[in-house]
């Protein structure tokens, strides 16, 4: 395959485009963006992060697209959780008109780029994807398989998480598996 020539900001822009103009919360917003990323092999920078792999990259990007009024962020807040009152909000990134014009010249300018991370985007976020908790085992699962570049089975994976602090459970696991197989990032020995 051969490498895109697309700025974050770009990828990004096509993820909205792609996904009909909005992406309801950050983590899903940042593991399709991991899971492109691997699909178009397009390094963007993730590194462990509480819910799996994030992107300071592509949080600056949104930043960026923000600034320039090509994206709104909106928030949805759901009140209080806890004795620690933290607040539960989700965001939502939603492209406004400019965003929507500059994606049509991308379509034009790198229409081949356009394409690759297009097709990419339907395997990754088909009507299979799953809720954002199995997104965020699958991202993990995936960023422990591609750090220790060899097969490991569930229990392997479960342990390494660990060591990131992550708590993985089998269930999600398998869950997560499944997806990753169905958007081709992992395949089972023996089958």
């Known amino acids: 395959m051969r490498k895109i020539n697309m700025s974050p900001r770009e990828i990004v822009l096509c993820m909205l485009g792609e996904s009909g103009g909005s992406i309801k919360g950050k983590t899903k917003l940042q593991k399709r963006g991991y899971f492109l990323s691997l699909r178009i092999d397009h390094d963007l920078g993730y590194k462990p992060h509480y819910y799996g792999p994030f992107s300071p990259t592509i949080d600056s990007a949104i930043s960026e697209l923000k600034a320039l009024?090509?994206?709104?962020?909106?928030?949805?807040?759901?009140?209080?959780?806890?004795?620690?009152?933290?607040?539960?909000?989700?965001?939502?990134?939603?492209l406004t008109e400019d965003g929507k014009s500059v994606i049509e010249v991308l379509k034009q300018s790198k229409s081949k780029?356009?394409?690759?991370?297009?097709?990419?985007?339907?395997?990754?976020?088909?009507?299979?994807?799953?809720?954002?908790?199995?997104?965020?085992?699958?991202?993990?699962?995936i960023f422990i398989l591609k750090q220790q570049k060899k097969p490991m089975n569930s229990q392997q994976i479960r342990e390494e998480a660990k060591k990131f602090d992550w708590n993985v459970s089998a269930e999600n696991l398998n869950k997560a598996v499944e997806y990753l197989r169905k958007i081709e990032l992992v395949s089972l020995s023996g089958k």
Request: proline fraction near 2%.
């Open 69 to 94: 009024g090509f994206v709104e962020e909106r928030i949805d807040r759901f009140g209080a959780a806890g004795d620690q009152g933290f607040e539960i909000k989700r965001f939502e990134y939603v």
């Open 113 to 141: 780029d356009y394409s690759l991370v297009s097709t990419a985007l339907a395997k990754v976020a088909g009507n299979h994807e799953p809720d954002y908790v199995v997104q965020s085992v699958a991202a993990k699962a």
